[in-house]
């Protein structure tokens, strides 16, 4: 079946592509792309006037749940949530029941994934066994399986010692370590972040020094070694700063920002709404203008949601008890894009979901080559619509968004060449 | 003019200088009726309280509870301990199993921030916020401010200095919060380690010299200090607390000579209070306590229904 997708704007980053071109998709693959391409037999022709035609985005930062805790989410609704978002590649983190420390439960993953799953899914794998920061696990046969990256996420890796031999390790297959920086100590009781509004409205805070000395920690032991360090869900202007800083040095380091940290401040959390309680926890304008900073300048690598989804009374509960995290995959196109000629530009946003990503985790992805797998996506930038959970397509409707309205949403998700999605909704066989 | 529009009570933060004035007003001719013989009106019968109470306390649950029946009211306290929390009954299962007994309103204490406005949006009962973690606890202010105001005449102007744990203090808040409204100049004092981060963004100033924090201050409002900040490090002994920020004769001179001493309750005494300014005669400790009924009364009051001008006429 042939596919052509006329009068889009194309923007691929990786390439330097930004203009009005038509792309024809055969079997699967991109098999042209030019002006005024003509309509051959037996295709079908897709209107993509006024919509930006982009290499399928990338989320390195999913958490599917499964195995472990398919009450929360499933490979079949996590990977439906990421179509319906505008993803054609996703990234699982490890920390599932049992978790991803071995080849067999990666096997395991990626055959649910190939069977009931609609986007590409690649897992990574744990830095240590168990997630418990003792032993480092098997990394070659966790690349073997089809893992990445490893990562403890959820979880630091408290010994400084096991952190650098994970990163000697990990270095001789060219592997990122992807650290979720947090200094426990410091942010043990935390609900919100630590500053003028967890005074306000009598929250424990989190201060954004926990994050910070752990991402210094880290920053020195990648130095150390030369293994490949990157820092996930960046909040506090402390990490920024020190990420240029070791950029400018030479040293093995990316990082990824997650939407909700783009656009929602702590102030948010005076509605003592659980929603808005996610780990990092959401920060001060002051920090938000450094991690728009770092996107401008580079610093910053890639968008990841860290699409936490949880259960409705893991949420709808106490403040204290309910559980970290946002479903963000429905949400994170939108969002980047409601900061689209404020903040960044356009092209910029589509480089932080598809060159970029793909560039941190060396993936054969997120550019749009002839012969290349026809992953695509495509964005309605005029396209205005409510947040609507229970909507979602994931299983987590957990989203401090609900009701907010935005401008600039994805209009068709292309995966291997086939359309998934369209205006958010699945289109199934 | 009423409460009866405003479903809950959740905090000083959010209500009007009028408000709070009203409900100051009310508890006026409220503590005349504490103090007659026969201490019963009818003005809630018919209507039904619960107190629920996550977080031991005696002083505040008893006098909501007494402060209902002196109204009529029907009192009911849930004794959380022996209830179905022990059980792993969700909160929100807990709040419409009351509801549907048809209690009229909820008085909520919770260890954490927030719970009572978890609770007020998933219920139609009224509620009344009896402390939440380190966020509010509008009674106690409320009570604190009539105490204030009935000793001076006026609340505008004065200056309030609030000692002790301010980190972990909703009494300090409430406070702020409501005595900002007035106008008074609010000094905070403790140790470096149990300040508030940004607090001075409240328009409070802030010390850790409890002598310099008292000069010329009108009234001193003493926290308690919890004996278990110690084990987390936040201060090194009882002892050093003591030192630093007891408030004692000699500390007490650099105040005003009509100097007002508030404490909340229970005291430690000779650790943030010395036992000559407890029993003193500047105390107004046993005054509060009273002040509490006679102001929660007013609250119920309004918040159920009653008019001002129903009460005094």
Redesign the interface.
Known sequence: MKLLIKNGRVIDPMNGIDEQLDVLINNGLIAEIGKNLAAGKNERIIDAGRKIICPGFIDMHVHLRDPGYLYKEEIASGTRAAAAGGFTTICCMPNTKPVIDNAAVAAYVRQIAAKSGVVNVLPIGAITRNQKGEEITEMADLIAAGCIAVSDDGKPVEKAEIMRNALEYAKMFDLPVLSHCEDTSLSKDG?IH???Y????????IPAAAEEIMAARDIILAKLTGGHIHICHVSSRGTVDMIRKAKAEGVNITCEVTPHHLTLTDKATG??DANTKVNPPLRSQEHIKALMEGIVDGTIDCIATDHAPHAL?SK??????AAFGISGLETAVPLAMSLVNKKFTVNKMIHLFTAGPAGVLCLDKGSMGIGDTADLTILDPEKIKTVDPNRFYSKGKNTPFAGKKLKGWPYMTIVNGKIIAEDGRMIEE | MNLAQKKDLLGL?DMSKEEIELILETAVPMKDIIKRDIKKVPTLRGKAMVTVFYEPSTRTRTSFEIAGKYLSADTVNLAVATSSVQKGE???DTIKTIEVMGFDLIVMR?S????P??VARNTDMRVINAG?????HPTQALLDLYTIKEKKGTLEGLTVTIVGDILHS?VA?SNIYGLSKFGCEIRVVGPSTLM????E??GVKCYYDLEKALAGADVVNILRIQKERQHTGLFPTLDEYANLYMVNKDKLKRAREDVLVLHPGPMNRGVEIASEIADGAQSLINEQVTNGVAVRMALLFLMMGGTRDEITN
């Open positions: 609900q630590e500053g003028f967890s005074t306000y409205y009598g929250y424990k805070g509605t003592y009374e709808d509960c106490e403040y204290n008890f | 933060k969700s909160l929100k919770h954490m921030s927030g719970t406005h978890y939440d973690g380190a966020n509010e909703r808040r508030a981060p940004e607090i963004k409240l």
